[in-house]
């Protein structure tokens, strides 16, 4: 019988770290010092970065002025109908209240309808109240009121 040895993957390493309550650090990434790159290459690099951010600036630009000639104008024309709605519900409304007035106008006119037409002598007159001398109230100076920080109201 042979015994192979025995492999560990990192897997089971860390199965068995924590069934011991140990803590396994993960492994380190080390940067290995390259050669030291040319200044043309760290100009394109520069360069690149540059030009990097420059098309992100061009790209939110380019959705500002999307906003500003496509959605504005959808939403112009959006509230313009909604005006132009309301205003024909307000013409309906005024021609309605102008015929519901003329037709009470003509149902006063008939005679059947138990209305009296006004007659000057109908009217009824009330007495002037007397005018009494009100007391003279003494001026009393009042203390500036204390300045408002926040709203008094909504």
Same mark, same amino acid.
């Given at each position: ?42 100009? =394109?690099?520069?360069? +690149? !970065? $540059?030009?990097?951010? &420059?098309?992100?600036?061009?790209? %939110? @630009? ?20 909604? =005006?132009?709605?309301? +205003? !024909? $519900?307000?013409?309906? &409304?005024?021609?309605?209240?102008? %015929? @519901? ?26 007495? $002037? ?26």
């Amino acid at each position: 019988m042979t015994a192979s040895p025995k492999t560990f993957t990192r897997s089971s390493e860390r199965k068995s770290a924590r069934r011991r309550n140990l803590q396994v650090a993960p492994p380190a990434a080390t940067q290995f010092p390259g050669p030291e790159l040319p200044a043309s290459l760290k100009a =394109l690099q520069d360069f +690149q !970065q $540059a030009t990097s951010a &420059l098309a992100l600036g061009l790209v %939110a @630009l380019t959705l500002g002025i999307y906003g500003w000639t496509v959605y504005i104008p959808q939403r112009w024309t959006q509230e313009y109908e909604k =005006l132009e709605r309301l +205003q !024909q $519900a307000e013409r309906q &409304l005024t021609a309605n209240t102008q %015929a @519901l007035k003329s037709q009470l106008a003509l149902q006063a006119e008939r005679p059947d309808s138990g209305l009296v037409k006004v007659a000057p002598q109908q009217n009824i007159f009330l007495p $002037a109240a007397a005018v009494s001398a009100a007391p003279s109230a003494k001026q009393v100076p009042q203390a500036p009121l204390p300045a408002v920080r926040q709203p008094l109201s909504y």
